[in-house]
Nanobody, 123 residues
Framework: QVQLVESGGGLVQAGDSLKLSCAASGRSFSSFSMSWFRQAPGGKEREFVAGIGHSGSFTNYAGAVKGRFTISRDNAKNTVYLQMNSLKPEDTGVYYC???????????????WGQGTQVTVSS
């Protein structure tokens, strides 16, 4: 089983950049597709942000972050990253990484989650 720990969140101003990391423990990290989701304050559902296939050759982004966010992974370090540029107040939320066997955009299809890291973007 894979366990996930996110880090890198914080309080930034609009227009700033932030890089999130998700470190995985356990075997077979490289066999999993990895995704980032976020949950806005008061939001009930986790929103798909970005996903990456097990080899790193396939990526998918939500329309709201395309061109601003970049997902990447380092299988040698068992880590997936989310580089966030040109941050906006509406990017505020708790960011979670999740593991699955395919990059899917529906949160309830994932059963391996990290604990989340808070990102707050002030205007």
């Amino acid at each position: 089983q894979v366990q996930l720990v996110e880090s890198g969140g914080g309080l930034v101003q609009a227009g700033d950049s932030l890089k999130l990391s998700c470190a995985a423990s356990g075997r077979s990290f490289s066999s999993f597709s990895m995704s980032w989701f976020r949950q806005a304050p008061g939001g009930k559902e986790r929103e798909f942000v970005a996903g990456i296939g097990h080899s790193g050759s396939f990526t998918n982004y939500a329309g709201a972050v395309k061109g601003r966010f970049t997902i990447s992974r380092d299988n040698a370090k068992n880590t997936v990253y989310l580089q966030m540029n040109s941050l906006k107040p509406e990017d505020t939320g708790v960011y979670y990484c999740a593991a699955s066997y395919a990059v899917v955009t529906t949160a309830n299809l994932y059963n391996i989650w990290g604990q989340g890291t808070q990102v707050t973007v002030s205007s």
